[in-house]
Every structure is written in structure tokens, then in C-alpha cells.
């Protein structure tokens, strides 16, 4: 498990610091050159205050491989979703979704009127909607056993 600093804008790893002081010391710059090109690629001067995302933006920018998109796709969602970014509900989520519906004999336009109901949409735009549909019609066809 990965060491997490806070900060208010999301979490970034301690590796993820370490990758980003050892490049610097690599090239050989100053900690006012380091916090140049990490303003340069953030909009920030602190290394402190940045996300995983940006913290991995930095570490490209001084040569080295990303940390962030090294872990689980499902990981990398959830650290997204911490640090307040909204996802796009997935292909397998819609998929699953008109699976389930499926079960219950449903047409699209029922699933559509379904989600207008839930959601106030036609269909679902980001994870936290497409979940809030799928464990709602997983419920349904639990409790009549389909």
C-alpha cells in the first residue's frame, strides 16, 4: 500500500514525491527551477498542493514514467473520484445496465423513462449515475428473481 499525502485538492503518492525531488536532482536544478517548470505544467508553485494527476504531469515533464497510471484501472477511478473528478460512465457499465433491464422485458424507451425517474436523464453520463441505475434494476430483479 501506498504512503498518501492530503492536501486539498486530492492525494498524491509519496513515491510519487520522491520520483519528482530525485528527477530534479538528476537534471541538476534548483529547487526554484523545479517549482518553475512544476508552475509551468500545473498553474501551481507548490509541490505540496498537487494531485496524483498532476504530480505524474510533473514527473513526465522531468523524464521519468508516470506512477499514477501504473496502478488498476478500478484504483485509478476510485483516486479520481477522491479527488473530486467526475468519470464517464464506462461501455461495460451501459452495457450491464441494458442487461439488466433486459432481464425485466424492458425497451429501451422503458429503460429511458426509467433513468429519467432516477437520474432526471435519458441515460446515464457519469459513473456515480450509471451505479445509482445498475444497483437499482440489480434490486429489482433480486427481490423478483430474475
Known sequence: MQTTIDTP????TQA??????SL???RKMTDDQLHDLVEGETGQRSIRALSRAQADKVIVALGG???FNRVARRTRQNYHQQDGIKQVA????????RDLAKRR????????????????RDRPATTIQA?????????????DNL
Open 65 to 67: 514514467k508516470a506512477l
Open 9 to 12: 485538492r486530492g492525494t498524491k
Open 131 to 143: 451505479n445509482k441505475i445498475i444497483e437499482a434494476l440489480k434490486s429489482m430483479n433480486r427481490r
Open 105 to 120: 422485458q424492458w425497451s429501451d424507451e422503458s429503460l429511458t423513462k426509467f433513468c429519467r425517474r432516477m437520474i432526471r
Open 16 to 21: 510519487q514525491v520522491k520520483a519528482i525531488w
Open 90 to 97: 464506462s461501455k461495460e457499465q451501459l452495457s450491464l445496465l
Open 24 to 26: 530534479a536532482r538528476g
